[in-house]
Nanobody, 126 residues
Framework: QVQLVESGGGLVQTGGSLRLSCATS????????MGWFRQAPGKEREFVAA????????YYSDSVKGRFTISRDDAKNTVYQQMNSLKPEDTAVYYC???????????????????WGQGTQVTVSS
C-alpha cells in the first residue's frame, strides 16, 4: 500500500504561482509513474501532468504546458508541481496519483493509477 499526501494548495490571484507537493510512503519509486490530476466543480477529473520516476520523462496536458512543471526529489520520495501564470480556469481540487506500472502513452488515463491522495484545493481569483 502506498500513501500519498498532497500539500501546497491555496488561494492565489490570476498570474500568481503555487507549488504543490506529494509525499509518498513508498521507499523507492523506481518504475512508478506519478501523476497530477484535477477536478473542478461539475466537471470530470482531468489529467494535468505526470513523471516517470525511472528516467524522469514528463508529460503535460495542453492546457498547462509551458506554465506547470512536474519534478521529483528521490531522496525525499516527493513529487512537486510548480504552477506559474495561474488562471481562474485552473481552480480545482488537485490530486496526486501513483501507478505501479504504466504503458507508455497512457499517462493521461486516471483509470491506470493505483493510488490516490486526498486532494488539495487550488483557487485562482480573477
Amino acid at each position: 500500500q502506498v500513501q500519498l499526501v498532497e500539500s501546497g494548495g491555496g488561494l492565489v490571484q490570476t498570474g500568481g504561482s503555487l507549488r504543490l507537493s506529494c509525499a509518498t510512503s513508498r521507499r523507492t519509486l523506481s518504475g512508478v509513474v506519478m501523476g497530477w490530476f484535477r477536478q473542478a466543480p461539475g466537471k470530470e477529473r482531468e489529467f494535468v501532468a505526470a513523471i516517470r520516476m525511472s528516467g524522469g520523462r514528463t508529460y503535460y496536458s495542453d492546457s498547462v504546458k509551458g506554465r506547470f512543471t512536474i519534478s521529483r526529489d528521490d531522496a525525499k520520495n516527493t513529487v512537486y508541481q510548480q504552477m506559474n501564470s495561474l488562471k481562474p480556469e485552473d481552480t480545482a481540487v488537485y490530486y496526486c496519483a501513483a501507478a505501479r506500472w504504466l504503458e507508455f502513452g497512457l499517462e493521461y488515463d486516471s483509470q491506470r493509477y493505483d493510488y490516490w491522495g486526498q486532494g488539495t484545493q487550488v483557487t485562482v481569483s480573477s
